[in-house]
């Protein structure tokens, strides 16, 4: 992956990029660039959680660094509870992975993405890295800044998990 090569499908406002999507097989990457990272897109009905960090002032998908030994899956359901208090209903489904261009280096990586469904919304108090969580149409406005990168990937994830 290379930035001359990348035609950008969605970026967010501190000029990360992101450059490309490819479905497939959990577990089969890359090689071109470090997978250091993975988010999720969390249903219930037809709203997604999104998270507001403080840091970056922007609406998130759930998602984080993967830990020493852990992998994407691992981190997925990890960040999920830590950052919003929310559990899936079942495995969470691999969706595929994203590659970008970070700002403002632009260094190339990619995140494993992954989705699932939510019987209940769990109520969630913010802590030091997110005020709030909230359920998102994707189309409503939310307060402040909204990843278009998140916004991009979640929306790949419509429908992929049935209710």
């Keep these: 992956m290379s930035e001359a090569s ?16 490819t479905r497939g097989e959990e577990g089969v990457f890359p090689g071109d660039a470090p997978m250091p990272m993975a988010l999720t897109a969390l249903w ?3 709203e997604v959680v999104m998270v507001h960090d ?3 002032d922007s609406w998130e998908l759930p998602g984080g660094m993967l830990e020493p030994g852990e992998t994407p899956r691992q981190a997925a359901v990890r960040e999920l509870f830590e950052e919003c208090g929310q559990d899936a209903h079942g495995p969470l489904v691999y969706v595929g992975h994203a590659g970008f ?5 632009r260094r190339a990586e990619y995140g494993a993405l992954f ?4 019987l209940h919304r769990q109520a969630f108090e913010g ?6 969580a909230r359920w998102w149409d994707l189309e409503s406005p939310l307060p402040g800044r909204v990843s ?5 990937l979640a929306r ?8």
């Design 54 to 56: 403080r840091y970056r």
């Design 6 to 21: 990348a035609r950008p499908l969605a970026f967010d406002s501190r000029g990360s990029l992101l450059v490309s999507f």
């Design 115 to 118: 989705t699932g469904r939510a």
């Design 44 to 46: 219930h009905q037809d």
């Design 148 to 152: 278009g990168i998140d916004v991009y």
């Design 101 to 105: 261009l970070v700002a403002p280096d």
């Design 127 to 132: 802590d030091q890295e997110i005020s709030e």
């Design 156 to 163: 790949l994830t419509r429908g992929v998990v049935p209710d």
